[in-house]
T-cell receptor
Framework: GAVVSQHPSRVICKSGTSVKIECRSLDFQATTMFWYRQFPKQSLMLMATSNEGSKATYEQGVEKDKFLINHASLTLSTLTVTSAHPEDSSFYIC????????????FGSGTRLTVV | AQSVTQLDSHVSVSEGTPVLLRCNYSSSYSPSLFWYVQHPNKGLQLLLKYTSAATLVKGINGFEAEFKKSETSFHLTKPSAHMSDAAEYFCVVSDPTGGGNKLTFGTGTQLKVEL
């Protein structure tokens, strides 16, 4: 089946620094990737949608200059949290979709970001 | 616009008894519907999906769901709960016409399985 690898699984960073999270589709080409944020005991909130080779589309209220998304290839998307602050601490999950929806939407295992 | 309502935020069952997690959806067209499971601090695992084929969908780990257009429902069931089923379950809708490729998540149902 389809596998999406997300790294790192956990990261602790100091306030003001930047953190990069990688999301890779291992055995299929992901034409579209999604980035979600999940607060404790809540559902997933879509942050942005990225298509390979084009700019990401951000959801309302999500700062594109703070959450930089790059989808440079059909198997890799990255989310960079710039100038992180404690309120950015959250669980971030990526998802990849193949063009024919053969595998549906496959999710990474998530990244627990803690900003201290 | 598409939306999903999970009617129960918490469900508690005894091991070996049936599981029913309820989901109603709203969509402007013929949607794709999914159920995902999430264990603590983990990503989401696909249990099953409906994409306009058979209305009764069988998934992994003994789960199944029935798409009922007249009731706009997509309830998740399992005949006999196992302790390992304890997790958070999300009902998800994707409307290719009204929502593009986006998924809309329900608020989740926490399933507790007791001995």
């Amino acid at each position: 089946g389809a596998v999406v690898s997300q790294h790192p699984s956990r990261v602790i960073c100091k306030s003001g620094t930047s953190v990069k999270i990688e999301c890779r589709s291992l055995d299929f080409q992901a034409t579209t990737m999604f980035w979600y944020r999940q607060f404790p005991k809540q559902s997933l909130m879509l942050m942005a949608t990225s298509n390979e080779g084009s700019k990401a589309t951000y959801e309302q209220g999500v700062e594109k200059d703070k959450f930089l998304i790059n989808h440079a290839s059909l198997t890799l998307s990255t989310l960079t949290v710039t100038s992180a602050h404690p309120e950015d601490s959250s669980f971030y999950i990526c998802s990849a979709r193949d063009s024919g929806l053969l595998y549906g939407y496959t999710f990474g295992s998530g990244t627990r970001l803690t900003v201290v | 616009a598409q939306s999903v309502t999970q009617l129960d935020s918490h469900v508690s069952v005894s091991e070996g008894t049936p599981v029913l997690l309820r989901c109603n959806y709203s969509s402007s067209y013929s949607p794709s519907l999914f159920w995902y499971v999430q264990h603590p601090n983990k990503g989401l695992q696909l249990l099953l999906k409906y994409t306009s084929a058979a209305t009764l969908v069988k998934g992994i780990n003994g789960f199944e769901a029935e798409f009922k257009k007249s009731e706009t429902s997509f309830h998740l069931t399992k005949p006999s709960a196992h302790m390992s089923d304890a997790a958070e379950y999300f009902c998800v809708v994707s409307d290719p016409t009204g929502g593009g490729n986006k998924l809309t998540f329900g608020t989740g149902t926490q399933l507790k399985v007791e001995l």
